[in-house]
C-alpha cells in the first residue's frame, strides 16, 4: 500500500529546479535522510555553485554558499572546527569535478570526515548546457556543438571510481533517481554516507546521475531514458567502496 | 624580559594567544614558517592545523572555520595572496570575520622573494571582486606586529570583517625582542554556525544588494570614524612631513630624528592602518608646510596616492605631495636623507 | 650603536653566531635586531645576516654602515668589504680567507685562524662560537661571564643546551685569543 511521504522539517519552501531535474529528488532525500538519523538540527551544508546553488532555497539549515568548486575545502575547516557536526557538501559535476576537481579530490586524498554529494547531469546547467567533465563522448552541448570529441576534450571523469581505487576513503557509492526502485536505493547510500561521518569512519561520496531536460533538449521522459539507456554505461550504479567501519 | 624572537613566529604564537583555532594555509616564502610553527603548535591547544593543497583551498578552509564563528586566519605572500583574493572577497561577502596575513615579498607575477610593500594598493583597495574594503594594518617592529594580530581578531570579531596584517618579508624573517601577551579565553562568535540553524543566514539568490551597499558603506563610514592608526611627530612645525609604514616607515623616523638634529624642520606620519587611511593625522599639519613626502617600498609609488588624496581632501591646498620608492628593501636613513635633499633642491619632483 | 654583519657559506654557523651576539645584548638590557638574509639558496649558498644593537632605538634594521663584519670565507669577505665603516673592524676565518683583493687601508683585520682552533679543541662545528668569542672581545661591550651566560641561555631555550660545556670552552678561547 503506498503511504504518503512526511516531508522533512528542513525543507522550507518548494524548490524552483526546472521539471524533470533530478536536484530536487536528491535534496528531498538529504533531508529525509537527515531527519530519520536525528541530525536534522545538527546540519551544515557547504553548497557548490550552479544549480546545486539552489538547495540554498529549499532547505532551511546552516548552510554556506561556496565559491565555485572550493565547497570540500570549505566543509574540511567546517568540519575540523566543529566535528560534532554533520557536514555535506553539494556540488554539481562541473563545480566539484572541473573548477573545482582539486578540492574535491584533495578532500577524499586527506579522507576528510564529511560527506560529499555531487549531482551529475553531464553539463553545466545553471550557465546553460555547456561542456563538463562528464558529458559523453558525441553528446552535443553549447561549447560541443558538435558532439563531445573525447579525443580533444578528455574522456568523461569518473570520481567516485577514482576515489574508490585510490584512496583511502569510507565510502562511495553511485546512485539514480529514475525510478522509484533506484531512488530507494540512492537513498540508502546517501544514508551510508552520513552514517560513516557519524561514526567518524572518514570520508564518504555520493554521486548521483540526474536528469537536465532543459539543456538535453528533451522531455522529462526521454531524459530519464537517456540516463537508463546511455549514461549508466559509461557511470555504472552501485557501491565501490563499501563501509567497513572504524 | 622580552626575548629575542624571529618575527613570523612572533605573529603565530600571537595568533595562538589571541584565540586563533583554525590556520590553513600553503608554503612560500617569507611567510612559511608562520605554518611551521603552528603545524606543532595548534595542535598543542586543540586547535585546526591544515596544510592545504593550495592557497585557494587554504582560504576557503578559513571561510568553514570562520562561517562557525571559530577564529580563523591565513598566511601568504605575493603570489599567494593573488590567489587568495576569491576567498577574502568571500569572507567580506558573507560578513565573516578572518585574519590575513601578507608578508609581503616584492614584484609582479611570481616575483622575488625581497622584502617590500608593493602590495598596498591592492591591500588598501580590496584585492578581490567588488567593491568592498578590508581593515589593513601595518607594524615596524615585531612587538607591533604582535599588538597588531590581537587587534586585527578584534576588529575582524567587531565589526565582521576581513583584517589584514600587512607586514613585511624583512619583519617576518628578523628578530628582535618582544614580550608576548597573554592568553585570553577563546570563544566562538554568536552568529557562527552550530548545526542548528541559530543564526539565519541570507543565502544568496535572497540577497538585496541595494540595501547591502547601505549597510556596507555605514561599516566602512564607522570603520573610517572609529578606527584610524598612526603615529605622528612634529607636523604643527614642519616644512616637510614624511609619510611612510612599516619598516621604510621605521627607518624614516630616524632619517627624520637625524635631519631634525641638523636643523631641519621635518615631521612624519607613520600610519599604522593603511584603510582606513589616518585622515585625521593631517588635520594637525602645518597649513604652510611645503610638501609632503611618502618613503615606500615599490617601484611607482602607491602610499603617495593617499597622500595625496588626503592633502585634498583634509589641507585642501595644492601641497606638492613628492614620493621616494626605493622598489624594495628598507631605505638606509642616509639614503633617505640624500634624497629629502634633492626634494629641497628642486632635483626630485612632486608627483601631485 | 654597533651594526654587525656575520657572512660566510651556509652551514659556517654565522647567522648563530649573530644570533649570539644579539642574545647577548638583549641579556644585558640593550635593544637589538637581527636580519638574516634568505632566499632560494636555502643550503650550500653564502649566507649573512647583520645585528644592531645598543641603548638607543633601532630605526633601520637593516645594513647600513657595519662596523664590524665576520667573513668566514672569501666570496664574504669580498662582498661586504667596501661597505664596512672608515675605521671597522674586518675578522676573518684565515683557514678559508683570502684578503687579496682588499683595497681597504682604513679598516683593522684581525686574522684567525678558527677552523682550526674548532678541530684542536676536538669540536669542529665551535668555529662560528670561537668567532663569537674573539668578536665579544673586540666589542669591548661585554664581560667574558656575562657572553658565556647569554650564549648558553640562547642554546638551552631552544633546547640545545648538550654542548655547553665545549661552547663555553670555545668561546673562552675565542675571548682569549684578541690580546
Given amino acids: ?246 | ?352 | 650603536m654597533n651594526e654587525i654583519v656575520f657572512a660566510g657559506f651556509g652551514g659556517q654557523g654565522v647567522l648563530t653566531s649573530g644570533l649570539i651576539i644579539s642574545s647577548i645584548a638583549v641579556s644585558k638590557g640593550l635593544n637589538a635586531t637581527w636580519i638574516p638574509s634568505y632566499g632560494s639558496a636555502m643550503r650550500g649558498g653564502t649566507a649573512n645576516c647583520t645585528v644592531k644593537f645598543g641603548k638607543e632605538m633601532i630605526y633601520n634594521p637593516a645594513q647600513e654602515e657595519p662596523n664590524l663584519l665576520l667573513a668566514m670565507n672569501t666570496p664574504s669577505f669580498n662582498k661586504f668589504i667596501d661597505i664596512i665603516a672608515p675605521g671597522g673592524t674586518v675578522v676573518i676565518n684565515t683557514d678559508m680567507v683570502s684578503t687579496e683583493a682588499n683595497t681597504r687601508d682604513d679598516i683593522t683585520i684581525v686574522e684567525v685562524p678558527c677552523n682550526s682552533i674548532a678541530n684542536e679543541m676536538n669540536h669542529p662545528k665551535g668555529a662560528n662560537i670561537v668567532m663569537s668569542g674573539v668578536i665579544i672581545k673586540l666589542l669591548n661591550e661585554f664581560t667574558e661571564e656575562e657572553a658565556i651566560d647569554g650564549m648558553n641561555e640562547m642554546f638551552n631555550k631552544k633546547g640545545k643546551g648538550k654542548f655547553q660545556e665545549m661552547n663555553t670552552k670555545a668561546m673562552k678561547i675565542g675571548f682569549d685569543f684578541v690580546k
Avoid at chain 1, 563545480?95 to 582539486?102: N, T, V
Fill in chain 1, 1 to 246: 500500500m503506498a503511504k504518503a511521504r512526511k516531508i522533512p522539517k528542513i525543507i522550507e519552501k518548494p524548490s524552483s529546479f526546472c521539471p524533470g531535474c533530478g536536484h530536487g529528488i536528491a535534496i528531498r532525500l538529504i533531508a529525509e535522510c537527515l531527519e530519520e538519523l536525528g541530525q536534522d538540527e545538527n546540519i551544515i551544508f557547504g553548497i557548490g555553485v550552479g544549480c546545486s546553488s539552489l538547495l540554498g532555497g529549499v532547505l532551511e539549515t546552516d548552510r554556506l554558499h561556496c565559491l565555485h568548486g572550493r565547497a570540500s575545502a570549505v566543509c574540511t575547516g567546517m568540519k575540523r572546527v566543529s566535528p560534532e557536526n554533520i557536514v555535506i557538501s553539494y556540488q554539481g559535476d562541473g563545480d566539484a569535478y572541473s573548477i573545482g576537481l582539486s578540492e574535491t579530490t584533495n578532500a577524499a586524498y586527506r579522507n576528510e570526515n564529511i560527506t560529499v554529494i555531487t549531482v551529475n547531469n553531464t553539463n553545466f546547467g545553471m550557465t546553460g548546457g555547456q561542456m563538463s567533465s562528464t558529458t559523453l563522448q558525441g553528446q552535443k552541448t553549447t561549447t560541443s556543438p558538435n558532439g563531445r570529441d573525447c579525443s580533444i576534450t578528455g574522456s568523461p571523469i569518473k570520481f567516485p571510481e577514482l576515489v574508490a581505487q585510490q584512496f583511502n576513503v569510507a565510502y562511495v557509492a553511485r546512485g539514480s533517481v529514475t525510478s522509484p526502485a533506484k531512488i530507494n536505493k540512492l537513498k540508502g547510500y546517501i544514508k551510508n554516507a552520513l552514517e560513516a561521518q557519524i561514526n567518524g569512519e572518514g570520508y564518504s561520496v555520493v554521486e548521483i546521475l540526474s536528469p537536465c531536460p532543459t539543456n538535453w533538449g528533451m522531455t522529462p521522459l526521454q531524459a530519464f531514458e537517456k540516463i537508463d539507456n546511455e549514461i549508466v554505461k559509461e557511470f555504472p550504479i552501485g557501491e565501490f567502496k563499501k563501509r567497513e567501519g572504524k
Fill in chain 2, 1 to 352: 624580559m622580552a626575548e629575542m624572537i624571529k618575527g613570523n613566529h612572533a605573529i603565530s604564537e600571537a595568533a595562538i594567544r589571541y584565540g586563533a583555532r583554525l590556520y590553513a594555509g600553503y608554503p612560500i616564502t617569507p611567510s612559511t614558517e608562520i605554518m611551521e610553527y603552528l603545524s606543532w603548535r595548534m595542535p598543542e591547544v586543540g586547535g585546526t592545523f591544515v596544510q592545504a593543497e593550495s592557497e585557494l583551498a587554504g582560504i576557503n578552509m578559513v571561510i568553514g572555520g570562520a562561517a562557525c564563528g571559530v577564529r580563523s586566519f591565513t598566511a601568504s605572500s605575493g603570489p599567494g595572496i593573488s590567489l587568495k583574493q576569491e576567498g577574502i572577497t568571500q569572507l567580506y561577502d558573507e560578513e565573516l570575520a578572518a585574519v590575513i596575513i601578507n608578508v609581503v615579498r616584492y614584484g609582479n607575477g611570481i616575483g622575488t622573494l625581497y622584502t617590500a610593500q608593493c602590495d598596498y594598493l591592492r591591500e588598501t583597495r580590496g584585492g578581490g571582486n567588488g567593491d568592498y574594503r578590508a581593515i589593513v594594518l601595518c607594524p615596524e617592529s615585531i612587538q607591533e606586529a604582535v599588538e597588531l594580530v590581537g587587534l586585527a581578531f578584534d576588529l575582524a570579531d567587531k565589526y565582521r570583517t576581513v583584517a589584514v596584517l600587512m607586514t613585511e618579508g624583512a619583519l617576518g624573517q628578523m628578530m628582535e625582542p618582544c614580550t608576548l601577551p597573554d592568553f585570553i579565553e577563546t570563544k566562538r562568535a554568536p552568529w557562527g554556525f552550530d548545526g542548528k540553524y541559530s543564526y539565519k543566514k541570507v543565502g544568496i539568490f535572497d540577497r538585496d544588494s541595494m540595501k547591502e551597499a547601505v549597510l556596507m558603506n555605514e561599516k566602512h563610514n564607522a570603520i573610517k570614524a572609529n578606527e584610524q592608526r598612526w603615529e605622528d611627530e612634529n607636523l604643527e612645525d614642519a616644512d616637510y612631513v614624511f609619510v611612510a609604514f612599516g619598516l621604510p616607515g621605521r627607518s624614516t623616523k630616524g632619517a627624520v630624528k637625524k635631519l631634525q638634529e641638523e636643523g631641519n624642520k621635518v615631521g612624519f606620519i607613520r600610519p599604522i592602518t593603511a584603510w582606513p587611511f589616518p585622515e585625521e593625522a593631517f588635520k594637525k599639519i602645518n597649513p604652510n608646510v611645503k610638501g609632503l613626502i611618502t618613503v615606500e617600498a615599490n617601484a611607482t609609488g602607491q602610499l603617495v596616492e593617499d597622500v595625496a588624496l588626503t592633502v585634498k581632501k583634509v589641507l585642501r591646498a595644492d601641497i606638492p605631495v613628492y614620493s621616494l620608492p626605493y622598489v624594495y628593501g628598507i631605505p638606509a636613513m642616509k639614503t633617505i636623507k640624500a634624497d629629502y635633499k634633492k626634494i629641497v633642491d628642486g632635483e626630485i619632483k612632486e608627483v601631485f
